[in-house]
Every structure is written in structure tokens, then in C-alpha cells.
T-cell receptor
Framework: DAGVIQSPRHEVTEMGQEVTLRCKPISGHNSLFWYRQTMMRGLELLIYFNNNVPIDDSGMPEDRFSAKMPNASFSTLKIQPSEPRDSAVYFC????????????FGPGTRLLVL | GIQVEQSPPDLILQEGANSTLRCNFSDSVNNLQWFHQNPWGQLINLFYIPSGTKQNGRLSATTVATERYSLLYISSSQTTDSGVYFCAVERNQGGKLIFGQGTELSVKP
């Protein structure tokens, strides 16, 4: 299996622009997670899905952030409008289930908002 | 919420040395994972270990759930072991991992 796939790997944009990050989980995995990593806050969970349904979005910083999972093999994380403080590495992870399961991380998308 | 503390925050080793990294957590957990983030930023699973001991080559991990800590042992360290080691736990929250701040390891040749 190719593992969790994320695109783009790097994104540079200007403040106010819309940013869309994409993720393809490992085939057969039922849970998908979006994390953000910054120097100040470390790694933190933004939102996760189980069977394509959002379960917990309490980590989403504000209304500018939204995430969707239209099918079992694809998810997006959208920031509109983007701000410089959104600059971070965004990771997608997947697991077979939500409880007591190993999570496998994608390579991340490094986002820089100017 | 649950707190995760890792120690030491930084560690410098000479190649071939052994080391022990510690993860303390403030409440009972049903999921604990150790990750290695390599210098390219990739997060790599090392162990899924909510309790007990596991070994994989030069790495081993032990979690004592009743005392709320986990240890990661690295033996005969190599320069490729450099990077940041994270402990992450989950407590009945459907997979919501809480990460520690990490231990940054540098192995010198």
C-alpha cells in the first residue's frame, strides 16, 4: 500500500486566498484525522472522521477552517480566507477504526501564508 | 484534559550510545503510540503500546499503565536515529491522540 497520500506537499499563498489541502487515506481504513503542527502549539488534532462522518471538530480553530470527506478515499481541509498565523505543517492520518488503533500519518503539507 | 509530558526535551548522543526517553501522562489511557519525526518531517510509527513491552530491532518500549508512564529505549544509536520522538495518548475519545512536546535527539558520528 502507498500509505496516506497528501497533496500538495508545499503551498505558498498570500493572505486572504483560499487554500485546499487533500488527503487519501490507506485503503480499507475507516477513520481519518487532520492534525496541525506548529512550533508554538506542537501537534494538535483539528478534526476526525469515522466512516466519512465528522465525529469531533472541536480542534478546528475557527470558522475559516472546514473539512469534508465525500467518500472513503478522499478528504479535504479548506482554509478560507487564509491568514499568516495558519502557516504550519498539516498532517492527515488514517486508522482502521477509532478505538485502540494505530494511526498512520501522511507526509504532511507545509503551508506558508504570506 | 489529559496532559502528556516527555523528557528530556533534548538529547545529544555519540553514535553507539544507548538512551531512554520517558513519557508521563496524567490519566489512564487506552491508546499510546511512539512516533519518530525524521529531519524531513515525516512521522513514522514506532510502537502502539498502551501497556506491556515490545521490541523492534534496536528499539524497545515499555508502558506501565498503572503508573502512567512509558519508556522508549534506543540501543546502539545511529545517526539515522536523529529527529524528534513523540509520545501520543488517547483516552476513550474515539482516536483523538494528544501529543507530548517531543524529545529532540541528535546522534553525532
Amino acid at each position: 500500500d502507498a500509505g496516506v497520500i497528501q497533496s500538495p506537499r508545499h503551498e505558498v499563498t498570500e493572505m486572504g486566498q483560499e487554500v485546499t489541502l487533500r488527503c487519501k487515506p490507506i485503503s480499507g481504513h475507516n477513520s481519518l484525522f487532520w492534525y496541525r503542527q506548529t512550533m508554538m502549539r506542537g501537534l494538535e488534532l483539528l478534526i476526525y472522521f469515522n466512516n466519512n462522518v465528522p465525529i469531533d471538530d472541536s480542534g478546528m480553530p475557527e470558522d475559516r477552517f472546514s473539512a469534508k470527506m465525500p467518500n472513503a478515499s478522499f478528504s479535504t481541509l479548506k482554509i478560507q480566507p487564509s491568514e499568516p498565523r495558519d502557516s504550519a505543517v498539516y498532517f492527515c492520518a488514517s486508522s482502521l477504526g477509532t478505538n485502540q488503533e494505530t494511526q498512520y500519518f501522511g507526509p504532511g503539507t507545509r503551508l506558508l501564508v504570506l | 484534559g489529559i496532559q502528556v509530558e516527555q523528557s528530556p526535551p533534548d538529547l545529544i548522543l555519540q553514535e553507539g550510545a544507548n538512551s531512554t526517553l520517558r513519557c508521563n501522562f496524567s490519566d489512564s489511557v487506552n491508546n499510546l503510540q511512539w512516533f519518530h519525526q525524521n529531519p524531513w518531517g515525516q512521522l513514522i510509527n514506532l510502537f502502539y503500546i498502551p501497556s506491556g513491552t515490545k521490541q523492534n530491532g534496536r528499539l524497545s518500549a515499555t508502558t506501565v499503565a498503572t503508573e502512567r508512564y512509558s519508556l522508549l529505549y534506543i540501543s546502539s544509536s545511529q545517526t539515522t536515529d536523529s529527529g524528534v520522538y513523540f509520545c501520543a495518548v488517547e483516552r476513550n475519545q474515539g482516536g483523538k491522540l494528544i501529543f507530548g512536546q517531543g524529545t529532540e535527539l541528535s546522534v553525532k558520528p
